[in-house]
Nanobody, 121 residues
């Protein structure tokens, strides 16, 4: 079983940037497709971005397309989410997931504990 730890969240003004990291341990990151989901208060968990095992395929939610990028460094067992031009509506807890399927399912796989991203106006 892989363990995931997210970091990099925080408070940022609208229009700013953050880079989230997800460090994996216990199993090689290359064993998994990776994804990011987010959950805002009172809302369901929603898909943000995903990247395939080798990084040659990525998917993004329409709401973040053109603003967010996802990347991975299998040698460092880390996946990243670069978030630019942040909006207030991006405020949520962001979760990293390791999945056997692509794109990852919100109901399966291994999950981190989440990192809070707050975007102020």
């Amino acid at each position: 079983q892989v363990q995931l730890v997210e970091s990099g969240g925080g408070l940022v003004q609208a229009g700013g940037s953050l880079r989230l990291s997800c460090a994996a341990s216990g199993r090689p990151l290359s064993d998994y497709a990776m994804g990011w989901f987010r959950q805002a208060p009172g809302k369901e968990r929603e898909f943000v971005a995903a990247i395939s095992w080798t990084g040659n395929t990525t998917f993004f939610a329409d709401s973040v397309k053109g603003r967010f990028t996802i990347s991975r460094d299998n040698a460092k067992n880390t996946v990243y989410l670069q978030m630019n031009s942040l909006k207030v509506e991006d405020t949520a807890v962001y979760y990293c997931t390791a999945s056997d399927v692509m794109p990852p399912s919100p109901y399966l796989g291994s999950w981190g504990q989440g990192t809070q991203v707050t975007v102020s106006s």
